[in-house]
């Protein structure tokens, strides 16, 4: 089961998420979440070139055994040479990594491919791909509607995408189920909706009341399945075979261990009343936060 899950890394290059309390990640203790999530099974690291110092921070640690996926920052204005400034991008995440290729690379915004750029992108992408500097190339999306667009257009070897207990849209539209049979690597994240679904009662945010009804519906299902927040949030994932891998961030060793604690094998129904279509809510790019 550990081998599904896949280790997300904003957290070590910066403070990430609205839940996180204790800031960035020092190195020190980085280099024990490496070792410890690596003796338990667990095989890739998902980072950014947007992620502060995330990619200098894994080389420094050395990553070499490892699968990696890392991510471009968006296009630059009045770039001249698209093919020379993925070359670039990608040789400096391959520096800063300590490494000679990548499992992933990815398009921190899809919509990129759509834009008058889009065909020379995606052509720069492959080129990379044919040198043996990548494994596999995609996006990043914030919602499977991105897909309706991009698929027709651009074979996608990898595609990264939220999904929880509260956010199913990416299996409920059937794109989930249509990428598996399609044999693209679907990796999804936003598991704990940044922490959200971990918090209890007292600690949530006040921007988040207006769900107040769903909060408690959620309270109180864990409770009746005699279920803690974590391991619900991690089932609810790793139930979907046609997920190759969770991306989970942590805030610290600890955290790490209790994910790794966690039994997650066991099936249960996740009732559709803890699912919400509502945006402000699922997606983070919306959240109005003070």
């Not at 207990?165 to 189920?177: C, I, K, N, P, T």
């Amino acid at each position: 089961m550990h081998n599904r899950i896949a280790l997300g890394t904003a957290q070590f290059g910066m403070p990430y998420g609205v839940a996180n309390q204790l800031g960035q990640i020092n190195p020190g203790e980085a280099g024990e979440i490496l070792r410890r999530a690596r003796a338990a099974g667990m095989d890739t690291l998902d980072t950014a070139i947007a992620y502060g110092d995330s990619e200098k921070t894994l080389g420094s640690l050395g990553v070499q055994e490892w699968k990696l996926v890392s991510k471009l920052p968006a296009l630059p204005g009045a770039c001249a040479d698209i093919a020379a400034w993925v070359r670039s991008e990608l040789s400096g995440s391959l520096t800063r990594l300590g490494v000679p290729k990548l499992h992933g690379l990815l398009l921190h915004r899809s919509q990129q491919l759509l834009e008058p750029h889009g065909a020379a992108i995606y052509a720069a992408l492959r080129d990379v791909q044919q040198l043996g500097l990548v494994d596999k190339i995609g996006v990043s999306i914030y919602g499977p509607e991105e897909l309706e667009a991009l698929w027709p257009k651009f074979r996608l070897d990898l595609i990264q995408s939220p999904f929880n207990v509260f956010d199913r849209r990416l299996a409920s539209s059937g794109w989930l189920e249509r990428m598996h049979q399609a044999g693209t690597e679907v990796h999804v994240r936003s598991v704990f909706l940044q922490g959200l679904l971990l918090q209890p009662p007292e600690k949530r945010r006040a921007e988040f009341s207006a769900w107040q009804d769903l909060w408690s519906t959620w309270d109180g299902w864990l409770t009746a399945e005699h279920l803690s927040p974590l391991r619900a949030s991690l089932m609810f994932a790793l139930s979907r075979p046609e997920i190759c891998r969770v991306v989970v961030g942590v805030d610290g060793v600890g955290h790490l261990d209790e994910i790794l604690a966690a039994p997650c094998t066991e099936q249960i129904d996740f009732p559709h009343f803890l699912e919400s279509s509502d945006l402000r809510l699922i997606n983070p790019t919306q959240w109005k936060l003070q």
